[in-house]
């Protein structure tokens, strides 16, 4: 997390609306129920705007704690699972070179 | 059916008896790619195609459709930036298959006999560009291990909307509660069939392996994208991630 002096929420305070209206959209309810079959949580989206805006207003230093915690919690519960395979470092080496095809005109 | 992970006919050095195997079931469905690699379109064919009407369709996803230019974005945030006339083609496949992608050229293939309309070309580039994007994060064993394949199949499928309800519907598979990833599970099990000499049992048994791990990894999306508002949104997230991840 960057020091107080440089630190400002996440996402913009309209993205946590966003999130939050369309969480508990209708649409979102129906595709929810038809990935998960259960209900979307909705709630945290509401503590995250509500925390954007208290620092937007208030520069407090809880909200500022209570958005790290809640993003952080996000992204490690999409770190949950072992991946499959390796990740590269670098690209394939032969993504840009020209088909094989196209050596041979050349 | 939506692409499946394609493999090549091109063979520039000994390489194992499986892989040469599999090599061949791809080349059946998608005949056009010939020895040399590549497109196999030749210019009177190309003449009398769908070559045009396919250009057409997919110069307007790729243009236009959120779910494309997020996964475009990422790729070139990657380093495998793409250029439509290198990484994309445009020709006449076996069968009921969409399209593929070719990991020895680094191209994908659009069966333009089988893409029905732009919403299709729109979800066959997007299933595509997955198999795209997973070769170009991560090194993935297309030919020498089917989970890797079931991996990328399970995320295309899941991604791309090839299971959106209303897709189902119109196959009249009817199920509410989690049938997407029920459909998910069926989608890759049949895609990995469709370019692999491999019984069912055994894509099952690799789909069912890799599930968990695979339907959970959502990137580039960090969600799954049910209609072009959370592709957008998840795009907007991706434009932002600097700023994210300074400040958590």
Known sequence: ?106 | MAGAAGGPQQQQQQQPQPQQQQQRVACQVFPERRAQGGSGQGLLSSVFSNDQGCQRLLLKTLQTNPYVKLLLDAMKHSGCAVNKERHFSCEDCNGNVSGGFDASTSQIVLCQNNIRNQAHMNRVVTHELVHAFDHCRAHVNWFTDVRHLACSEVRAANLSGDCSLVNEIFRLHFGLKRHHQTCVRDRAILSILAVRNISKEVAQKAVDEVFESCFNDQEPFGRIPHNKTYARYAHRDFQNRDRYYSNI
Do not use: F, I, N
């Open chain 1, 1 to 106: 997390m960057a020091d107080a002096g440089g630190w400002r929420p996440p996402r913009p305070c309209e993205a946590y609306r966003a999130e939050w209206t369309l969480c508990r959209s209708a649409r979102h309810l129906l595709h929810h129920y038809y990935v998960h079959g259960e209900r979307p949580a909705c709630e945290q989206w509401r503590r995250d705007l509500a925390s954007c805006r208290e620092w937007e207003e208030r520069r407090s230093a809880e909200a500022q704690r209570s958005l790290c915690e809640s993003e952080r919690a996000r992204v490690q519960a999409t770190r949950k699972h072992a991946l499959v395979w390796t990740l590269r470092q670098s690209p394939p080496a032969d993504w840009h070179l020209p088909l094989p095809q196209e050596e041979k005109d050349q």
